[in-house]
T-cell receptor, first 110, second 109 residues
Framework: NAGVTQTPKFQVLKTGQSMTLQCAQD?????MYWYRQDPGMGLRLIYY???????DKGEVPNGYNVSRLNKREFSLRLESAAPSQTSVYFC?????????FGPGTRLTVT | RKEVEQDPGPFNVPEGATVAFNCTYS??????FFWYRQDCRKEPKLLMS???SGNEDGRFTAQLNRASQYISLLIRDSKLSDSATYLC??????????FGQGTTLQVKP
């Protein structure tokens, strides 16, 4: 039982490049979330998916898209990366109110 | 004003000390409250839920004051291993979790 996994762990992009962050959970949870964490800002919700086939915007969705591929997988795509998207990205799945987080992806955009 | 506010610290305390963190929230309709712990460069993990009557888990005590809209976390007999960032989390009436920016605790020998 791996919990929540994320790939890659680290990534450096140039401005304008695109990439997809992958997230998978094996706990059979319905809801999955993408957050970004920046110094002094705490965790901010980018997008979430309450169930397979549905996605909704969170607090800071601009510049991102998501896909809930199936119950297990929820991916986050940056179509044209910007330096302001340099951050640590966490994926999480939820059971009742307990969120289980993946280990994070550290993304730097130069 | 942020929905959930915490003093970022850092709180520097000696081993064995008692330390308390507060957190305020702005949405009076908030339903549920939690403390998460985050170690440096790691993901957050649930430390404990916060119940209206207050609750204790070993050296940790959490309390909720709905009238004043704040929650607190008390750590007794601090250990070196308690050094971490403590995140206050509030579940809104829509079910979304709102995170505070965290309070950093450093326990010194």
């Amino acid at each position: 039982n791996a919990g929540v996994t994320q790939t890659p762990k680290f990534q450096v992009l140039k401005t304008g490049q695109s990439m997809t962050l992958q997230c998978a959970q094996d706990m059979n949870h319905n809801s999955m979330y993408w957050y970004r964490q920046d110094p002094g800002m705490g965790l901010r919700l980018i997008y979430y998916s309450a169930s397979e086939g549905t996605t909704d915007k969170g607090e800071v969705p601009n510049g991102y898209n998501v896909s809930r591929l199936n119950k297990r997988e929820f991916s986050l795509r940056l179509e044209s990366a910007a330096p302001s998207q340099t951050s640590v990205y966490f994926c999480a799945s939820i059971n009742a109110y307990e969120q289980y987080f993946g280990p994070g992806t550290r993304l730097t955009v130069t | 004003r942020k929905e959930v506010e915490q003093d970022p610290g850092p709180f520097n305390v000696p081993e064995g000390a008692t330390v308390a963190f507060n957190c305020t929230y702005s949405n009076s309709a908030s339903q549920s409250f939690f403390w998460y712990r985050q170690d440096c460069r790691k993901e957050p993990k649930l430390l404990m839920s916060v119940y209206s009557s207050g609750n204790e888990d070993g050296r940790f005590t959490a309390q909720l004051n709905r009238a004043s809209q704040y929650i607190s976390l008390l750590i007794r007999d601090s250990k070196l291993s308690d050094s971490a960032t403590y995140l206050c989390v509030v579940a809104s009436n829509t079910g979304k979790l709102i995170f505070g920016q965290g309070t950093t605790l450093q326990v010194k020998p």
